[in-house]
């Protein structure tokens, strides 16, 4: 197989589809052309570092996860803090995986609540994993910020507030599914606006 006609994900389920055996793929492994990123699933080296690795590895086999909180912030710009590892949404009574490539906290969210404020965002190997979008993810700092802290919210909130200045009416018509941080936000809204 030619370094540049190799796809960015294989599965054991597609080397046929690639003209590959499981030998030929174990060659592959061994001079270092690809690497597991979760049980079956081998991503091309040098394809994506090891954050956006797991990223894949858990869009595979957990198609709910959805980034969320320092994750999702960092991702929206709404904070200068680096996440030193992925913070992943998952419906509660669903279980975790691990992930041999990056470190991620696990959290379980309300299943009513889910699927409010959740995007795709796109991965290398045509995948995606869900994120909450910017104003989700305040509601949930908010509705948390006994575990993140009042200044995370706070400052996200606030570089939101500049590049969106007028949508705090939607920010509060989502907070209001979301009544331990709606009176928060609301009183947040009040003070900066």
């Avoid at 993140?148 to 009416?169: P, Y």
């Avoid at 939607?170 to 709606?182: D, V």
């Amino acid at each position: 197989m030619a370094r540049s006609a190799a796809p960015v994900l294989l599965a054991y389920e597609s080397l046929a589809d690639h003209g590959l055996t499981r030998h030929r793929l174990d060659r592959l492994i061994s001079a270092g052309a690809y690497e597991r990123i979760a049980p079956g699933l081998f991503l091309r080296a040098g394809a994506a570092d090891d954050t956006t690795a797991a990223w894949m590895a858990t869009a595979v086999r957990r198609p709910e996860a959805t980034l969320c909180l320092l994750s999702a912030l960092a991702l929206h710009d709404l904070t200068d803090e680096i996440p030193a590892r992925s913070h992943i949404a998952i419906p509660r009574g669903m279980g975790p995986i691990e992930s041999p490539t990056a470190p991620i906290t696990w959290h379980r969210f309300d299943a009513a609540t889910f699927g409010i404020g959740r995007r795709e965002h796109r991965l290398p190997g045509g995948l995606s994993i869900g994120l909450y979008s910017a104003e989700r993810t305040i509601i949930d700092v908010y509705r948390l910020r006994h575990e993140w802290g009042s200044d995370l919210a706070t400052g996200a909130l606030k570089r939101w507030l500049r590049l969106h200045r007028g949508s705090a009416g939607a920010l509060l018509t989502m907070a209001a599914s979301f009544p331990k941080a709606q009176p928060a936000i609301r009183n947040a809204l009040e003070i900066l606006l």
